[in-house]
């Protein structure tokens, strides 16, 4: 459904051949395929409770047969990096299910198969119902997520004056951040097409407003 350009018309007359009757069941089942269609919409509204469906989210976990896994090799161990610790953490607290090293291995290996686009992943294999979203269709902020993710690290060590990271942008420090202060950012996000328009971000002190 997220993939039809008129999939709003297309609902709308589904919609209208199913009676309104005890009984009558209309299911939607989709990726999701970026944020402001009518899947989209259709799906928020439903976790809120309003409209006429409920929601019902799916991770690649819950996949029959237990079938996203692979295989390890005699005395192969797979070691988990922060974000896969993470995920493994939260996906026991919120589905009671534990991922394996050989889940893990399936993941990282279905990751690296969607090179040069890897955020596709989280798009065709969802693992929450917020960022499978933020994902899809073109977005941009996937590329950056490592580099929030390494923000409570860097406050505590030494940076240099400038830094170049892998997409090939400039980072430049005024002053180095001291743990445990609270920052505020301002971001000007970019167009997801790539040459169209830059990223920029500066995060200023919360007493005296320089930046840092």
């Known amino acids: 459904?997220?993939?039809?350009g008129d999939a709003a018309t297309i609902l709308q007359g589904l919609e209208q051949a199913v009676p309104d009757v005890p009984g009558a069941i209309l299911r939607i089942e989709s990726t999701a395929n970026g944020r402001g269609d009518v899947y989209h919409m259709k799906y928020r509204m439903s976790e809120k409770g309003l409209g006429r469906y409920r929601a019902k989210f799916f991770p690649w976990w819950f996949a029959l047969d237990d079938e996203y896994?692979?295989?390890?090799?005699?005395?192969?161990?797979?070691?988990?990096?922060?974000?896969?610790?993470?995920?493994?953490?939260?996906?026991?607290?919120?589905y009671g299910f534990k991922l394996t090293q050989e889940h893990i291995k399936w993941r990282r290996d279905k990751i690296a198969s969607f090179e040069p686009n890897p955020e596709k992943f989280w798009e065709e294999?969802?693992?929450?119902?917020?960022?499978?979203?933020?994902?899809?269709?073109?977005?941009?902020?996937?590329?950056?997520?490592?580099l929030l993710s390494d923000v409570r690290k860097r406050l505590e060590g030494?940076?240099?004056?400038?830094?170049?990271?892998?997409?090939?942008?400039?980072?430049?420090?005024?002053?180095?951040?001291?743990?445990?202060?609270?920052?505020?950012?301002?971001?000007?996000?970019?167009?997801a097409e790539k040459e169209k328009s830059n990223l920029?971000?500066?995060?200023?002190?919360?007493?005296?407003?320089r930046g840092v």
């Open 69 to 94: 896994k692979k295989a390890l090799k005699p005395g192969e161990e797979v070691s988990f990096t922060d974000e896969e610790a993470e995920l493994i953490e939260r996906v026991h607290e919120l």
């Open 158 to 191: 030494k940076q240099p004056m400038m830094e170049r990271d892998m997409h090939g942008m400039h980072v430049k420090f005024w002053k180095m951040p001291k743990s445990g202060r609270a920052y505020a950012m301002a971001v000007d996000c970019a167009e």
């Open 1 to 4: 459904m997220s993939e039809k």
């Open 125 to 146: 294999y969802p693992e929450d119902p917020e960022t499978c979203f933020l994902q899809s269709g073109h977005s941009v902020f996937r590329e950056y997520l490592q």
């Open 200 to 209: 920029h971000a500066g995060i200023l002190g919360e007493i005296d407003g």
